[in-house]
C-alpha cells in the first residue's frame, strides 16, 4: 500500500527556529513495541483559575513486540461523544482509553489520540508557539492549511522517540500527523502516530477526513 496524496494542503514554511522533524513512511519491517499516548501536566488559566489539558507529544513504547500496517479490510467504526461534541471512525477492535475531551485509540505500535478544549480557533501563529512546548518532539513539517469536511484546519508532522528498551537499548521512533480543527470556541487536536517504517497513509487519511463536529 502505497501513500497517495493525502487532503488538499497549501504549502506554508515553518520558521526556522522550532527543532521540532513525521507520519505515514514506507513499508519497511520495524522492531519496535505497543505505542501509547503521554499525558502532560494540565495547563493553568490565571485569569480563570480553570485548568486546560495540554496535549503532549505522542511517544511510544520500547518493550512490546508487536508491530504492523493497519490492514487493506480494516473495519472502522464511528466513535462519537456527545460531551465533547464530536465523532471520527476509528478501527474496529481497536482499545480505547478515556473518553470526552481526551480519548485515545490504539493497537500494536499504532496510536491515535484527540483531544478537545475550550479555545479559539488556531492560527498558524499560535500553533507555533503550541510546537515550541511539545518536549522530545522534532518538527518535519507544517504548519500547513488545509480544508477536512468542509472547515479550515492545519496540518504538522512530528517524531518522537521512545525510552531506550530494557533489553536490546534501542529506541523506537514514533511519526505522528498532527491536526488542528476547530468548531464553535472548540478546538480538537487529533494526534495520528505510527511507528517509522509502518504505512498506515491510507487509513488515518479515512480516519482524519471522518472527523465531524457535532
Not at 87 to 114: H, I, L
Not at 190 to 203: E, I, K, M, R, S
Request: hydrophobic share 40%.
Amino acid at each position: 500500500m502505497r501513500a497517495r496524496p493525502l487532503l488538499s494542503i497549501a504549502s506554508s514554511t515553518l520558521s526556522a527556529a522550532f527543532v521540532l522533524t513525521g507520519c505515514g513512511g514506507k513499508k519497511t519491517a520495524t522492531p519496535a513495541t505497543s505505542a501509547s499516548p503521554t499525558t502532560s501536566a494540565a495547563t493553568s488559566t490565571a485569569a480563570t483559575g480553570t485548568t486546560t489539558p495540554s496535549a503532549s507529544a505522542l511517544q511510544a513504547e520500547a518493550n512490546a513486540a508487536a508491530t504492523g500496517d493497519i490492514p487493506d479490510n480494516q473495519v472502522f467504526i464511528r466513535f462519537r461523544d456527545a460531551h465533547a461534541a464530536y465523532s471520527m471512525k476509528y478501527p474496529e477492535g481497536w482499545a480505547q482509553q478515556g473518553t470526552g475531551a481526551r480519548v485515545t485509540f490504539r493497537d500494536k505500535n499504532n496510536v491515535v489520540r484527540v483531544l478537545v478544549t475550550r479555545s479559539a480557533p488556531p492560527t498558524a501563529t499560535s500553533i507555533r508557539a503550541d510546537l515550541g512546548r511539545l518536549r522530545g518532539a522534532r518538527l518535519r513539517s507544517g504548519p500547513q492549511p488545509l480544508t477536512i469536511a468542509g472547515a479550515r484546519a492545519f496540518k504538522v508532522v512530528y517524531t518522537t522517540a521512545s525510552a531506550p528498551n530494557a533489553v536490546t537499548g534501542k529506541r523506537v521512533t514514533l511519526q505522528v500527523d498532527r491536526y488542528y480543527l476547530s468548531h464553535a470556541g472548540k478546538e480538537a487536536i487529533v494526534d495520528l502516530g505510527t511507528p517509522v517504517g509502518v504505512d498506515n497513509v491510507d487509513a488515518y487519511r479515512l480516519m482524519i477526513e471522518s472527523y465531524r463536529w457535532r
